[in-house]
C-alpha cells in the first residue's frame, strides 16, 4: 500500500502571483511620457507654434475689452460716471488683487522676470486669471495704465502652465517664458520683430539666447493670429515720414534731451510714490489703489482725455490733429495719473503710458519747431512719432526694442537715423538720473533681486542647484533672548528671519550673540 506524504503548509512556496495589471485609462499617459522624452524638441517646436496662437487670442480678446467696454463705461458727456467708474472700478479690483491675486498687481514684466530666474519658470493659474481680468476691468474703468506689461505676463503665464502640464523639464519650462512674453508683444503692439528683441534684450538678457528660434514662431504665430482676427491695421496711423531738412536733426537731439528729463522724472516720481505706499500698514492694501482711481476721477472731471489707455489721442497728435495747449496739458497730467495709479497698486503696464508721453513731448516740440521755421521743419506728427521712441526707451531702457517698434509702426525706414538719434541721447540721460532701469528696481521693492547683464548667463553651478528649503525661521517679532534660546538648541548657523510679508533678513549666531551698542560699557 502506497504511502502519501502530507507536505507541510508553512514549506509549500506558493505560486507567484500573476502581475499587476495597469488600468487602461493609465497607458495613454505612459504612451506620451514616452514619445516626449524621445522627441522632446519636436514636442517643443509645437509647443512654440500653440502658445503663439492661445496668447495671440487672449490678447485679441484683451484689445477688444479694454476698448469696448471702456468706451462704454465713461461716456465723454457724463460727467459723473467720468468721476465715478475710475473709484468704483480701483476699489473693487483692489480688494480682488489683495484678497485672490496679489500677484497680479502693477505691471506684470519684473514678476516676469522673476517666475524665470527666481521661480523655476513657475505662474500659476490664479495669478494668469487674475492678471486677465483684474487688468481688463481696470483698464476698461479708465485707469490710464497699459495692457502689454499684463498682456506678457498673461503670455508667459499660459507658457509656462501648458509646459508643466504636458511633464516639460524645468528647463524646457524656463526657456517658455520669452516664448510666451514675445507672443504678447508681437499681438498687442503688431510688431513681431519688436517683440522677438524685447522678449531676449529684457526678460532674458541676452540677445543670442538658445531660445531665439522660439521666440521667432511665437511671434510670428501670435501676430498672424492678430492679423487673422483684426485685420491688418498698424496701431497706429502714421502719414509718410519725411526729413525736410538736416538741421532738423539738432532739433531731434534736443527732443533726446527732453525725453531723457522727462524719462527720468516719470521713473524717480514713480518708485518714490510705490516705495511710500508700500510703507503703508498692510490693513491698508487693499483700498491703497482707490488713491489712484480718484486722482484720475477728478482730472477727467474736466480733461476727459485723461482716461485710459489714450492711443486714440496719440493717433490724432501722429497726425497733427491736436491743439499745442491741450498736448501740454495731457503730457502733465498723464504723467502724474499714471505714477499715482501704477504706485498705488492697480493692475495695469506702463509700456502704453510710457508711448503716450513720448508723443505729447514730440508733438509739443515739433509744433514749436514748426511754428518758428516752418520751412525747414517737418509736421509735428514726426516729431512725435520720434518722442514715443525716445520716452520707451528712457522709461523702459529697451533701446533696440524701441527702434524696432517704431520702425514697425510706421514701416517707413527714413525714421530710424532721427529715431536712434533721440533714443540714445534719451537713454543717457536718463539712466545718468536714475542709474537702476526701472523693472529691476520694482522688483527690489518686492524683495526680488534678479541677475543683470552677464550674470545671467554665468556657467556653472547655479544658486537653485544648492538651495534646500528653510527648516528653521526666526520670528521678527521675537526678542533677541528667544532667539538665542531657539538658535542654541539648533546645529545651524544662521536663519532666515520672517514677518507678515516673508523673508525680511538673515541673521547669524554671532550676530546675536553680539551686545547691541545700548549694551555695551561705556570708556568714560
Not at 508681437?186 to 524685447?198: C, I
Not at 528696481?441 to 547655479?462: K, M, S
Not at 507678515?500 to 550676530?511: F, P, Q, Y
Request: overall charge positive; proline content about 7%.
Amino acid at each position: 500500500m502506497a504511502t502519501v506524504t502530507i507536505p507541510d503548509p508553512s514549506e509549500v512556496t506558493p505560486a507567484p502571483a500573476p502581475p499587476a495589471r495597469t488600468p487602461w485609462w493609465h497607458a495613454p499617459g505612459r504612451q506620451w511620457r514616452a514619445f516626449r522624452d524621445q522627441r522632446e524638441d519636436q514636442v517643443f517646436l509645437v509647443l512654440t507654434l500653440l502658445i503663439g496662437a492661445l496668447v495671440g487670442l487672449i490678447v485679441v480678446a484683451f484689445i477688444l475689452i479694454t476698448e469696448r467696454f471702456g468706451a462704454r463705461l465713461y461716456p465723454v458727456a457724463s460727467t459723473y460716471r467720468r468721476l465715478l467708474v475710475p473709484v468704483v472700478g480701483s476699489l473693487a479690483m483692489g480688494y480682488l488683487l489683495y484678497r485672490f491675486f496679489p500677484d497680479a498687481r502693477g505691471s506684470g514684466v519684473p514678476q516676469t522676470k522673476a517666475a524665470l530666474w527666481a521661480r523655476g519658470g513657475r505662474i500659476s493659474f490664479a495669478t494668469v486669471f487674475g492678471k486677465f481680468f483684474c487688468t481688463s476691468a481696470t483698464l476698461a474703468c479708465g485707469i490710464p495704465l497699459g495692457r502689454e506689461g499684463p498682456a506678457v505676463q498673461v503670455g508667459s503665464g499660459i507658457a509656462s502652465m501648458l509646459g508643466r502640464y504636458l511633464g516639460l523639464k524645468p528647463e524646457k519650462v524656463k526657456a517658455l517664458i520669452p516664448v510666451g512674453a514675445a507672443a504678447a508683444i508681437a499681438a498687442a503692439f503688431n510688431t513681431p520683430l519688436a517683440a522677438v528683441v524685447f522678449a531676449l534684450e529684457e526678460v532674458v538678457g541676452d540677445l543670442h539666447a538658445p531660445v531665439l528660434g522660439s521666440v521667432v514662431l511665437a511671434s510670428a504665430t501670435s501676430w498672424g493670429m492678430l492679423r487673422l482676427l483684426l485685420g491688418n491695421d498698424p496701431l497706429f496711423q502714421v502719414p509718410q515720414y519725411q526729413l525736410v531738412h538736416p538741421g532738423e536733426l539738432g532739433i531731434y537731439a534736443l527732443l533726446g534731451v527732453l525725453g531723457g528729463f522727462i524719462s527720468a522724472a516719470f521713473t524717480r516720481l514713480l518708485l518714490s510714490m510705490r516705495s511710500w505706499f508700500l510703507r503703508r500698514p498692510q490693513k491698508t492694501v487693499w483700498f491703497q489703489p482707490v488713491a489712484g482711481g480718484l486722482t484720475v476721477g477728478v482730472m477727467a472731471c474736466f480733461v476727459p482725455q485723461i482716461l485710459g489707455v489714450g492711443y486714440k489721442y496719440v493717433g490724432d497728435v501722429l497726425n497733427g490733429g491736436m491743439a499745442l495747449k491741450l498736448m501740454l496739458l495731457l503730457l502733465a497730467l498723464k504723467l502724474f495719473a499714471v505714477t499715482i495709479s501704477y504706485a498705488s497698486g492697480n493692475a495695469g503696464g506702463i509700456f502704453g503710458p510710457s508711448l503716450f508721453l513720448g508723443a505729447m513731448l514730440g508733438g509739443t516740440v515739433g509744433t514749436l519747431a514748426h511754428h518758428v521755421a516752418p520751412g525747414y521743419v517737418a509736421t509735428p506728427g514726426a516729431y512725435a512719432l520720434v518722442g514715443m521712441g525716445a520716452a520707451f526707451a528712457g522709461i523702459v531702457r529697451a533701446p533696440m526694442t524701441s527702434v524696432l517698434m517704431i520702425f514697425e509702426i510706421t514701416r517707413d525706414y527714413a525714421v530710424i537715423v532721427p529715431l536712434m538719434i533721440s533714443n540714445l541721447i534719451s537713454f543717457f540721460i536718463s539712466s545718468r538720473f536714475q542709474r537702476e532701469p526701472i523693472y529691476e528696481v520694482l522688483a527690489h521693492q518686492d524683495g526680488i533681486h534678479l541677475p543683470t547683464g552677464g550674470a545671467r548667463i554665468q556657467e556653472g553651478r547655479q544658486v537653485y542647484q544648492a538651495m534646500h528649503a528653510a527648516t528653521e525661521v526666526l520670528d521678527a517679532h521675537a526678542t533677541v533672548q528667544e532667539a538665542l534660546n531657539k538658535a542654541s538648541a539648533s546645529r545651524l548657523h544662521a536663519w532666515p528671519v520672517c514677518d507678515e510679508s516673508g523673508v525680511v533678513a538673515v541673521v547669524s549666531l554671532s550676530r546675536l550673540q553680539r551686545p547691541s551698542p545700548k549694551e555695551r560699557p561705556s570708556n568714560c
